[in-house]
């Protein structure tokens, strides 16, 4: 009932939106370079529905692979680190260090390494996510009271005992945490890659758009992303409700 | 020393500087969108606001450099920035088709400034053998032209595969890709760097009847109506910004590299001077530099027509200003 | 002082390893340069990459500092106004699905050729992470203590400062850490609009000019902020939620 409530007002905020959105730009008629009128955006869309339609295909199934390639590796890398406490020392400085270059500055050197195909797009995705999900899984695995561990060890549980009955129930939510942030990223990075080198998908539409002084163009492919994001925001948000519902 | 002392002394150096300030009420401040970068393909505009030139004519000048995404015409049609050097002959096409007001008062290269590349020792000798290949090209006009020289020769758009060109001209060297489009002042520099002039196969689209004049100067239609006067006088101090750095390269590539350091400079020097030599030909010979030559563009504007890029035919006399450049003597215009 | 030498030590291996890898597995300069080539061209022009680097952190400190400030503020909102909650929330998510890259002109129409215009990109990607996790860890406070409190005659602040926001903050501890990184790339970003300097353009010369060396100076650069940057809020996380993780 509070949900189908939460549902209703989320509703209404983005309809309040759209039409503030609206009415500006009519009201001022901005031009489409500045702002173009929601409307004209959504017209936009449907006219160019096929188009985007593959464009947004592309893009999603590189943001797919790279994110469940992303979060299989995350997580298992924190595990791997709680589970064996010595690989601490050489991986977490590596990790960090290469976590710490942004991940666009990744791009040029991915694009030449794996090339201007999905492979490209699907790495940078799988290390965006993978971080975000690591240091979440980390933060999680960690949190667990030393006491309970000594108290379960007390009982004779071996660290895997300790790993899968304490630590990753303890962690469960701020990995869930994680991945959701981490869905909205994988879709941003692959189009980031995207505008700087592929054979098509949503940043390939908008670079071309741009370049082509197309701003409507640019706003549909936007919307779409966006409309996908949210339907993987959503799914991931759905999975880990039911996962906690388990619990 | 005593404060006071060191506060006059402070008073003093401070006043220095802002005698020739308070002189300079009178200028008026104005931003130029570079189309890319910055690189010796600007050096002119960079010589002309170290020497003063812009100041000279009543403009304090900030030049802001573009990147990706960014679109010159954008910017200036918005009124974020006051001039432009955009894209070329097409872009400009494309914001007035999209009725975005600016209006071009310069054009920088009177040839198109980018060719096609295949692998001398490839198979591919002529146009005509670019059938079944795979292409790289910029999909910014570019990919009208090929498509446009191909045509003449005879080919189909589906009798070849054109794919999109971006960052790099790896897929080439490494052999993935059969033609690649390089411009003659960049990407050029590094396929002969890295493969040999020797080992490159060049086609020319002004060699196959096309011309596409690129780097074009532009304004918002109300600069243009409004400030005749800055206009002209951006136009001036940038001619003779861009006489003094093709004359002294050594100079313009100087000029750069102070702003950008890490520029790498023999790539540097080869821009500026392959960019010259484009600046200076066609009819920038007898016309001086920056000549915005009305029947190159009309051909450049039939072609794309022909070609359904522009959907309907444009006013070229709204949206080109070759009177800027007819207001200053031809002795201050030539190189 | 045992550990700065562990990690000078750590430094050094990482280096020779690499060093050693390129001219012993003979790679290609275009895949990988030798480390001292990369050292070698920063030091050819310290002045540039010592400026660059200079103003990048400053966008990203600026950025950062504005998105923790708003991001808690924003989760202390939403916990308390669930009504905002539903009706803003959906909206930041729908904002942080779009690519800032694909309007560049956007942001320089908006806010200029300004320094500012690089933090706030900075700000809008660490605002969101920050917000979810504020409100994540707020709620993750066990009612029966709130409950207990206010049996005590607790009055709603001294609950919110005494028990619920230090309860949440090892949770938006794991945001801010992500957030120095995203704070980064905000920044770097915001430099590929049009700017003179900073790690953003370096990188962006380097990789038009396929300059691979120049590539990895600016990586180098961009490891070594973000490093720092990480390493300063990882330091802050320990001093202040010292009761939180334990190893």
């Known amino acids: 009932m509070t949900r189908h409530r939460g549902t209703l007002r989320g509703i209404l905020g983005g309809v309040l939106l759209l039409t503030v959105w609206e009415a500006v730009a009519r009201g001022f008629s901005l031009p489409a370079y500045t702002l173009p009128a929601v409307s004209d955006i959504l017209a936009a869309a449907w006219q160019h529905r096929a188009v985007l339609a593959a464009a947004g295909w592309i893009t999603a199934q590189e943001a797919l692979a790279g994110y469940a390639i992303g979060t299989i590796v995350g997580i298992g890398l924190a595990g791997l680190l709680v589970v064996a406490p010595l690989l601490r020392g050489p991986v977490l400085p590596t990790a960090m260090a290469i976590n710490s270059v942004p991940v666009v500055a990744w791009s040029p050197l991915v694009l030449l390494w794996l090339g201007v195909g999905m492979g490209s797009k699907i790495a940078m995705v799988a290390l965006a996510v993978g971080f975000t999900v690591f240091l979440s899984a980390l933060a999680g695995f960690d949190r667990v009271d030393r006491r309970s561990v000594d108290l379960m060890r007390s009982f004779g549980a071996g660290p895997a005992g300790v790993f899968w009955r304490l630590r990753l129930p303890a962690a469960l939510p701020l990995i869930a945490a994680g991945m959701r942030v981490a869905t909205v990223r994988s879709l941003i990075v692959a189009i980031v890659t995207e505008m700087l080198g592929a054979y098509g998908g949503l940043g390939w539409v908008i670079y071309q758009s741009v370049t082509l002084i197309d701003f409507v163009q640019v706003w549909s492919a936007i919307l779409v992303a966006s409309a996908i994001s949210l339907a993987f925001f959503g799914l991931v948000g759905a999975i880990e409700r039911r996962v906690i519902f388990w619990r | ?335 | 002082m045992k550990a700065s030498l562990r990690l000078a030590g750590g430094l050094l291996l990482a280096g020779l390893i690499w060093e050693g890898a390129v001219v012993v597995f003979g790679i290609r300069q275009s895949t990988l340069p030798r480390l001292t080539e990369v050292l070698a061209a920063i030091a050819a022009t310290p002045g540039a990459y010592w400026s660059g680097f200079l103003r990048t952190a400053i966008e990203t400190l600026i950025g950062f500092a504005a998105g923790t400030v708003v991001g808690v503020a924003n989760g202390l909102i939403f916990f308390r106004a669930p009504i905002l909650r539903d009706m803003l929330l959906p909206i930041f998510v729908v904002s942080q699905t779009i690519p800032v890259i694909a309007f560049g002109a956007l942001v320089v129409m908006w806010f200029g050729n300004t320094l500012m215009a690089k933090a706030v990109i900075a700000f809008y990607l660490t605002f969101f992470p920050v917000t979810v996790n504020t409100l994540l860890g707020l709620h993750s406070v066990d009612p029966r203590q709130v409950a207990l409190l206010r049996s005590f005659g607790a009055t709603g602040r001294q609950i919110l400062f005494r028990l619920q926001l230090p309860m949440a903050l090892p949770q938006i501890f794991v945001a801010l850490r992500l957030g120095a990184s995203l704070s980064l790339v905000g920044a770097i970003v915001g430099e590929w609009f049009g700017d003179t300097t900073g790690i953003g353009v370096l990188l962006l010369q380097a990789m038009y000019n396929e300059n691979v060396i120049a590539v990895w100076a600016a990586i180098l650069c961009a490891a070594v902020l973000g490093t720092g940057f990480y390493a300063l809020v990882a330091l802050a996380e320990r001093r202040i939620v010292f009761w939180g993780a334990e190893q």
Request: aromatic share 8%; charged share 20%; glycine share 8%.
């Open chain 2, 1 to 335: 020393m005593n404060r006071r002392h060191l506060l006059t002394g402070l008073g003093a150096a401070l006043a220095l500087p802002a005698i020739p300030r308070a002189g300079a009420q009178t200028l008026t401040r104005a931003t130029l969108r570079l189309k890319w970068l910055t690189q010796t393909q600007f050096a002119g505009f960079y010589v002309a606001v170290q020497k003063g030139y812009y100041r000279e004519a009543g403009i304090d000048l900030t030049i802001n450099p573009g990147g990706p995404n960014l679109l010159t015409e954008n910017l200036v049609a918005s009124g974020a920035d006051t001039f432009g050097l955009s894209g070329g002959t097409d872009s400009v096409f494309a914001a007035r088709e999209r009725s975005l007001p600016i209006v071009c008062t310069g054009v920088m290269h009177q040839q198109t400034p980018f060719v096609f590349v295949a692998r001398a020792d490839g198979p591919i000798r002529t146009l005509a053998d670019f059938r079944g290949k795979t292409i790289t090209t910029w999909f910014t006009g570019a990919n009208f032209v090929l498509l446009g020289m191909l045509a003449e020769a005879g080919l189909r758009p589906t009798d070849f595969t054109m794919q999109p060109q971006q960052v790099s001209v790896t897929p080439f060297v490494d052999g993935q890709i059969d033609v690649v489009t390089a411009t003659r002042y960049n990407e050029f520099y590094t396929l002969m760097t890295r493969m040999g002039r020797d080992k490159l196969r060049v086609f020319v689209p002004d060699d196959h009847g096309i011309t596409f004049p690129r780097d074009t100067v532009i304004v918002s239609e109300q600069t243009a109506r409004d400030k005749p006067d800055m206009v002209k006088g951006f136009m001036q101090a940038s001619i003779r910004g861009w006489r003094d750095a093709l004359r002294d390269q050594k100079l313009g590539v100087d000029t750069v590299m102070a702003v950008a350091p890490t520029l790498a400079r023999p790539h540097q020097e080869f821009m500026l001077e392959e960019a010259g030599k484009l600046m200076v030909a066609g009819p920038a010979a007898t016309n001086g530099l920056f000549w915005v030559d009305m029947p190159t563009i009309q051909k450049a504007h039939d072609f794309f027509l022909r070609n359904g890029v522009i959907k309907a035919p444009l006013d070229l006399a709204a949206a080109y200003k070759p009177d800027v450049l007819a207001g200053i003597p031809l002795a201050d215009r030539m190189a």
